[in-house]
């Protein structure tokens, strides 16, 4: 991406915003709790927090790094390798969740890539039919279909799909 | 508002706040002052505004992106009051712009802030803009118009005589 760090930051978070807000309105009729995988700083967990006041939030990370008051009840937090806590998800979440957002770009995209062929199928089998899995990498889950991002967004790449009718 | 509203809000003003500055002192020759180094995405969009300046940051440690750090000829390192006036004794009257991004959110950590303009005014120019995320105060610097994308309050423009 061009320009400098600041820049380039609020791009980013402006595409992030944008993306998630679109993806919100995509499910609101539909039901299910919503996964934030990669919750970092907690600010887009904030952010989809005040998209569905209502809803269970799941966040998952390898470790905190944000205030723990962002965190009160209803979310649960699931701290570990998501290749683990997403696979020990599905007893309580499978076929369940409505919205997923991954948030799991590095520096190191040889690494997002292996790590986005590794989860996409276990978030596949966490998301309700008709659900939205958004991220910030490119994320290959059987049946997904890729969507356009929303209109006035094109300063940052971003990801967006529908997951298809059939839960793989 | 959520925490990612509030954070593009503040990093937008900060951006069209450093745009505004580098507006007031165009085609002045001189330096330009980080105090607040940071992880350096400031830094890096000052050095993208003013290529041709010599750029110095002031930071308790160096904890910037790898990209954005400065060499050691132009970082200054420890507390502001120890720094400032090492930099004034080196490079005098030297500044153009400073930069403050010192806000920490714990008021009893930002009320030293209050203390820093008397360090800082021997560091700038006649003229020269000093842009920051917390209030200055000091005789002889005039609060400037904050661009419109920025409300007021959210940061701070002045022009130090």
Known sequence: MPGDALTRMIARLETQRACLDFAAALVCDLPGPVLEIGLGKARTFDHLRALFPERALYAFDREVHCPRELLSAPARLLLGDFRATLKAAESELGGRAALAHADIGSHDRAADAELARAIAPLIARLMRPGGVVLGDRALDGQGWEPMGLPAGVAGWPYFIYRVGAVAS | ?161
Do not use: K
Request: net charge neutral; charged share 25%.
């Open chain 2, 1 to 161: 508002m959520s925490r990612l509203d509030s954070f593009i809000r503040r990093m937008s003003a900060q951006r069209d706040c450093l745009d505004a500055a580098a507006a007031l002192i165009a085609g002045r020759d001189g330096a330009v002052l980080e105090l607040g180094l940071g992880n350096g995405r400031t830094f890096d969009h000052l050095r993208a505004l003013f290529p041709g300046h010599a750029l110095y940051a002031f930071d308790r440690e160096l904890r910037a992106h790898p990209d954005c750090v400065p060499d050691a000829e132009h970082f200054f390192q420890g507390e502001l009051a120890d720094t400032l006036p090492r930099a004034a004794a080196r490079l005098g009257r030297a500044a153009v712009l400073a930069h403050l991004d010192l806000g920490s959110g714990r008021p009893e950590r930002d009320r030293t802030i209050a203390s820093l303009p008397p360090l800082l005014a021997p560091l700038l120019q006649p003229g020269a803009v000093v842009a920051s995320d917390q209030p200055l105060d000091r005789a002889g610097w005039r609060a400037m118009a904050l661009p419109a994308s920025v409300a007021a309050g959210r940061y701070y423009l002045y022009r130090a005589e």
